[in-house]
């Protein structure tokens, strides 16, 4: 081999070489700056739904006090039972509670503790 193939050699090595890094960078950047914007967009999602105020949660906890408020404003009788059963040595009691009122239409509740 005369020197001036071994030059051109190293040089297509240095070339195939530096070729490869410039596509691992460009894969790398791809890469990198896809997770990103995934996560500004999930974040960005999120902070637009929770300003909405369509936060699921909330909504929940709203909803199950607006019902207790009319619950609470509406005059009704209630009538309270309590039974207890005792076999062996478990015992349980049940408590249940109606209410009635020509004005409401709320629903009798019943509870049961153990």
Do not use: C, E, Y
């Not at 020197?3 to 530096?18: E, F, I, K, S």
């Not at 410039?22 to 300003?51: G, K």
């Not at 607006?66 to 478990?90: E, F, H, M, Y």
């Amino acid at each position: 081999m005369t020197d001036n193939d071994a030059a051109a050699a190293r040089a297509r090595g240095q070339a195939l070489r530096n070729a490869r890094a410039a596509r691992a960078r460009s894969i790398r950047r791809r890469v990198i700056s896809a997770a990103v914007a995934l996560f500004v967009a999930a974040w960005l999602m999120i902070a637009l739904v929770l300003i909405s105020g369509h936060d699921p949660a909330l909504a929940r906890k709203a909803s199950a006090a607006s019902s207790a408020a009319t619950v609470a404003s509406t005059p009704s009788t209630t009538a309270t039972t309590t039974t207890q059963t005792t076999s062996g040595s478990d015992s349980t009691g049940s408590s249940s509670s109606s209410g009635s009122s020509a004005n409401s239409g709320v629903s009798s509740v019943t509870t049961s503790q153990s």
